[in-house]
């Protein structure tokens, strides 16, 4: 199933709210998402990234049939690391193991080597999350290495892989 990746739109807020009420995929993203994740939340996250500096955060909705599926944004880092760029991306559950991830993280990252001069995108999922890493497999990500005890999740100390893409 493909998708398409666009800039988010006020509008979007009420499918991206019931996208984020899912434990499933809280669980796999870092904290400071609130839940329940209201409509407000949404707004005030799209208002966030609509009005964000546009050479250092690329954030857009991941569309599917003309529906919100989930959203992916690439993160420039700062001082000696200003040419490389941290990704992060979910799907509601609806649209797991269809490649709709995989897709967009190919698209959003040909975006950012196409339109700037970042050289090298990373991405750290959890190394239990194995749908997540596969997705960046897939988009031709390698991974460097694993980042033992790396984080604290829901009280649970965490390793977690570093993949890269490289321009």
Same mark, same amino acid.
């Given at each position: 199933?493909?998708?398409? =990746?666009?800039?988010?739109?006020? /509008?979007?807020?009420?499918? +991206?709210? #019931?996208?984020?009420? !899912? $434990?499933? *995929?809280?669980?796999?993203?870092?904290?400071?998402?609130?839940?329940?994740?209201?409509?407000?939340?949404?707004?005030?996250?799209?208002?966030?990234?609509?009005?964000?500096?546009?050479?250092?955060?690329?954030?857009?909705?991941?569309?599917?049939?003309?529906?919100?599926?989930?959203?992916?944004?690439?993160?420039?880092?700062?001082? =000696?690391?200003?040419?490389?760029? /941290?990704?992060?991306?979910? +799907?509601? #559950?609806?649209?797991? !193991? $269809?490649? *709709?991830?995989?897709?967009?993280?190919?698209?959003?990252?040909?975006?950012?080597?196409?339109?700037?001069?970042?050289?090298?995108?990373?991405?750290?999922?959890?190394?239990?999350?194995?749908?997540?890493?596969?997705?960046?497999?897939?988009?031709?990500?390698?991974?460097?290495?694993?980042?033992?005890?790396?984080?604290?999740?829901?009280?649970?100390?965490?390793?977690?892989?570093?993949?890269?893409? +490289?321009?």
């Amino acid at each position: 199933m493909d998708c398409k =990746i666009r800039k988010w739109r006020p /509008e979007d807020a009420k499918n +991206l709210s #019931e996208l984020l009420n !899912n $434990k499933k *995929i809280l669980d796999n993203l870092r904290d400071g998402l609130p839940f329940p994740y209201t409509e407000s939340d949404a707004i005030d996250y799209i208002s966030a990234m609509l009005s964000a500096d546009k050479n250092s955060v690329f954030a857009f909705a991941i569309e599917v049939d003309g529906e919100v599926a989930g959203s992916i944004g690439i993160f420039r880092q700062e001082n =000696i690391h200003s040419k490389t760029a /941290e990704t992060g991306y979910y +799907l509601g #559950e609806k649209y797991w !193991n $269809k490649g *709709i991830a995989t897709s967009a993280v190919i698209k959003a990252c040909d975006f950012v080597f196409k339109n700037t001069d970042i050289i090298r995108i990373f991405a750290e999922p959890f190394s239990r999350n194995v749908a997540s890493c596969r997705v960046l497999e897939k988009a031709g990500f390698v991974c460097e290495g694993t980042l033992r005890k790396n984080a604290v999740k829901n009280g649970i100390v965490e390793d977690m892989k570093m993949y890269a893409l +490289l321009k």
